[in-house]
Nanobody, 130 residues
């Protein structure tokens, strides 16, 4: 049974950093797009970032919501079946539950909507104090 488990959330002051991890199990997710979404209280779940599967390319393509570009970095380690989200210069408006997700295999986009993702983690809370 496939499972995604996030970790690394917590309370941080504005301007601080956190690194989220999402460990996948049940199958190898090497050929899956992996993404991060977040949901703040009273708001819809929104796209944060995604990272492609590599295929024949020598590098992974990454995609970000515009407001996260330059502050957040998504990466993956297929050997560990894990995706990461490095979050820097955090702001109070980044407070949300962060979810990792995986698409079907060999998915080619678009990456920024929830219905593209088949597997979801349970979420990890990130709270940024002002």
């Amino acid at each position: 049974q496939e499972q995604l488990v996030e970790s690394g959330g917590g309370l941080v002051q504005a301007g601080g950093s956190l690194r989220l991890s999402c460990a996948a199990s049940g199958r190898s997710f090497g050929s899956y797009v992996l993404g991060w979404f977040r949901q703040a209280p009273g708001k819809e779940r929104e796209f944060v970032a995604a990272i492609s599967w590599r295929g024949s390319s020598t590098y992974y393509q990454t995609y970000y919501q515009d407001s996260m570009k330059g502050r957040f970095t998504i990466s993956r380690d297929n050997a560990k079946n894990t995706v990461y989200l490095q979050m820097n210069s955090l702001k109070p408006e980044d407070t949300a539950v962060y979810y990792c997700a995986a698409t079907a295999p060999f998915y080619s986009g678009p990456y920024d909507y929830t219905d593209a993702y088949r597997y979801w983690g349970q979420g990890t809370q990130v709270t940024v104090s002002s």
